[in-house]
């Protein structure tokens, strides 16, 4: 695991945050898009290095948060039906829905069973042959190859009784109607790593070439997040927007065309229903007509129409519109026991992280502490 | 939305777990020997102070890697009452049975549970055994109870830690939980971890006769180093900061925890101990502790500090500073 200390050194850290500190001349507001850097950002304390000027706004890129009510409320209407087993990451349990979350209908007897890798799921529907199997397909492009080649291997293998409701999500798309309402003035992206290891930097040039603002893709370790904001500020320091890579040692330019093809052998484009943006163009994927028989969504069940609870702000946490404690819920009724808003809930939730981890790292520090242990 | 299930995660010895015991518990049997909320409670008695404690262990696998439940019932009792610093002494010891778990199997545990009782020199004086008709319990659960006397002149608990303690963890953390998770997932590592599980009355023993004045000791068991740190911080009504980098964590567990998103401050150990030790003392017990086989790690990992009550504060390994929190909802249920 040594690789990974190399990104987590304090030396190299405090030269890029006297390097950022230098280069910064004016108020920036930067979003990171993707959750994985929120929770780095907020476990490493980076928000707390970096100079006043530089404000970070975590934008829509927890696929748990941007998942509505109303998908939530179908899966947990599917756990109930009495010959379906449910498999869903972890992060899905707790996430509440209008009425009911899949934590408390696994614990009022549904069977409901969490997964590591979308291929579990066909190894519990060769189990239970009787059983319907329903995958709750989460995530953004990271994600997608691998739901898609599970899928098409049930399919090879002949499992008729794996059923997938899909609620996956494309970025990019987001990132336009993010730029196209300009609720909140971003001067420049950090971009997500994974998901553009699969995508390139192609998806993304709308930003620079259409909207004159910056990107970085950017790793997760907190040496890549400090690198990857001092090029942001480079960048509009130098007056320019352009689509850099910093996480090269994993994204290249072109992506992984492999990957990517493989989720259009079984998904094609539709719009998609996000929380807090509504319904987005080209935003999502629906399952090709040779591959309907699987989709769950054709099952015929009753399900009332979904409930938002009215001081609920996650919708516009996610658009970096305000910030957790903005919102009346936050602390006062709503925290990681009993969550209201799933940005609340998910790990990477911009909620949980600033619940967890306090203020983003603001004002904790103190000369006397500096090191607690010498 | 009605909240009348008991969920997993009340027992995930986080915040739920807390929760349910302030609301049911508590509010029932207020006494002051259950109030101070110790790993044992004390009973003042003609002869001196006696600890007195129980736990059930119900973990899957029930064999595993570094031991088994048995291994664990007595383990886990016999640390109890030494983090208030009693000398364990007797163990009663009551099994659930499912109808149709392997007698071998059976013989193989109380095997262990008299090898770590021989360990620990604490005697198995009363028992009960009860078999259940089979899908009524999950093969085996244990429970223990222990008591011991509290060595005159010790005053331990989670109340006492004081600004200006250095903060003590006798070695690497989360090698229980990663190896009983890597068991039941069948995730295989280089180097095969193995669970900490160990009786720790012996190295407080050492401790004490050193430095009879620690605050406070503690056995980061389910809720991991953060979860245990939070409740003490909370207890004393102090403030705490933890510098990242010195906390031992293997390679093998920090590896499975960055594939699985796990932190490993809030893993359970069940062979490791948090001492608050008095700031003229931090040296003299450390040197105990690395001179013990089951502190041979042993590190200075914080202090306890008047700022920030009741937080605890993580200076990270790139020197931000953040909040550490009690663990909230939970990671892996029946790890002990």
């Not at chain 1, 408390?104 to 060769?126: C, F, M, N």
């Not at chain 2, 009524?136 to 011991?148: Q, W, Y």
């Not at chain 2, 620690?214 to 009504?237: F, V």
Request: aromatic letters at 6%; hydrophobic letters at 40%; proline letters at 7%.
């Amino acid at each position: 695991m040594k690789f990974i200390d190399e990104f987590r050194n304090p030396r190299l850290a405090e030269a890029l945050v006297r390097k950022i500190r230098a280069a910064t001349k004016r108020p920036i507001q930067l979003m990171e898009v993707c959750g994985t850097h929120t929770v780095s950002i907020f476990r490493y304390g980076i928000r707390g290095l970096l100079p006043p000027p530089i404000n970070l706004l975590s934008g829509p890129g927890c696929p748990v948060c941007v998942t509505p009510n109303a998908d939530i409320d179908f899966a947990i209407a599917l756990a109930q039906e009495k010959d379906v087993i449910l498999t869903t990451f972890g992060d899905m349990m707790r996430v509440p829905g209008s009425r009911s979350s899949l934590q408390k209908e696994k614990a009022q007897g549904a069977d409901i069973r969490i997964v590591y890798s979308p291929l579990d799921t066909l190894r519990i529907a060769a189990k239970y042959p009787q059983k319907r199997v329903v995958f709750l397909a989460i995530g953004f492009e990271t994600t997608s190859p691998s739901i898609s080649v599970a899928l098409l291997r049930a399919r090879e293998e002949g499992l008729q009784n794996v059923f997938c409701l899909n609620c996956q999500k494309r970025v990019p798309p987001a990132l336009k109607t993010l730029l196209q309402a300009e609720r909140v003035r971003i001067d420049g992206f950090l971009l997500p790593g994974h998901v553009s290891a699969i995508l390139g930097v192609a998806p993304y040039q709308f930003i620079a070439e259409q909207f004159g603002r910056p990107g970085v893709i950017t790793g997760f370790e907190p040496l890549d997040i400090l690198q990857g904001i001092g090029m942001l500020v480079k960048q509009i320091e130098e007056g320019r927007s352009e689509i850099e890579i910093q996480y090269r040692r994993v994204v290249r330019p072109e992506g992984n065309p492999l990957a990517a093809s493989k989720i259009f052998e079984i998904f094609e484009e539709d719009q998609a229903q996000w929380r807090g943006f509504g319904s987005i163009p080209q935003s999502g994927y629906r399952l090709r007509d040779e591959f309907k028989a699987m989709d769950a969504r054709h099952f015929p069940l009753a399900v009332e129409p979904p409930l938002e609870h009215p001081h609920c702000r996650c919708g516009e946490v996610l658009q970096g519109v305000v910030s957790p404690p903005d919102c009346p819920l936050y602390r006062v009724v709503c925290n990681p026991e009993n969550p209201v808003g799933p940005c609340m809930v998910s790990v990477e939730g911009t909620c949980a992280a600033y619940y967890k981890y306090g203020n983003g790292g603001r004002g904790l520090e103190s000369p006397k502490d500096e090191n607690p242990t010498s | 939305m009605d909240d009348d299930r008991v969920l997993l995660a009340h027992g995930s010895g986080g915040l739920l777990t807390h929760d349910l015991i302030r609301s049911l518990f508590l509010r029932r049997f207020s006494n002051p020997c259950l109030a101070p909320l110790d790993d044992s409670a004390r009973i003042e008695t003609p002869n001196g102070e006696l600890a007195f404690t129980t736990d059930s262990y119900v973990v899957n696998p029930i064999f595993f890697p570094g031991g088994d439940i048995g291994k664990l019932a007595v383990c886990g009792t016999v640390n109890d009452l030494s983090m208030i610093g009693a000398v364990p002494s007797s163990l009663s010891l009551s099994l659930i049975i499912e109808e149709g778990f392997p007698l071998s199997d059976l013989e193989s545990i109380v095997s262990s549970i008299h090898e770590a009782a021989v360990l620990a020199a604490v005697e198995v004086v009363t028992g009960d055994t009860k078999v259940v008709e089979h899908g009524a319990a999950d093969r085996l659960f244990i429970n223990t109870s222990g008591i011991g006397w509290i060595r005159p002149g010790t005053s331990l608990s989670g109340s006492h830690a004081q600004p200006g303690d250095g903060i003590l963890l006798s070695g690497y953390l989360g090698d229980h939980e990663m190896a009983i998770l890597c068991a039941r997932e069948g995730i295989e590592t280089e180097t095969p971890l193995e669970s900490d599980c160990a009786p720790l009355n012996d190295l407080v023993q050492k401790m004490l006769e050193a430095c009879p004045s620690i605050h406070c000791l503690r056995d980061p068991t389910r809720g991991g180093l953060a979860t245990t740190l939070n409740e003490i911080a909370a207890m004393s009504n102090v403030g705490m900061v933890i510098d990242e980098e010195k906390i031992p964590v293997r390679d093998s567990v920090r590896g499975i925890c960055e594939l699985l998103g796990l932190d490993p401050l809030y893993l359970a150990n069940e062979g490791k101990l948090i001492a608050f030790v008095p700031e003229p003392a931090i040296d003299l017990v450390l040197t105990v502790m690395k001179d013990h086989p089951l502190g041979k790690d042993a590190v200075l990992i914080g202090r306890v500090t008047d700022l920030y009550r009741p937080k605890v504060i993580l200076r990270t390994l790139i020197g931000g500073h953040r909040i550490l929190d009690m663990l909230s909802g939970m990671q892996y249920p029946r790890i002990c």
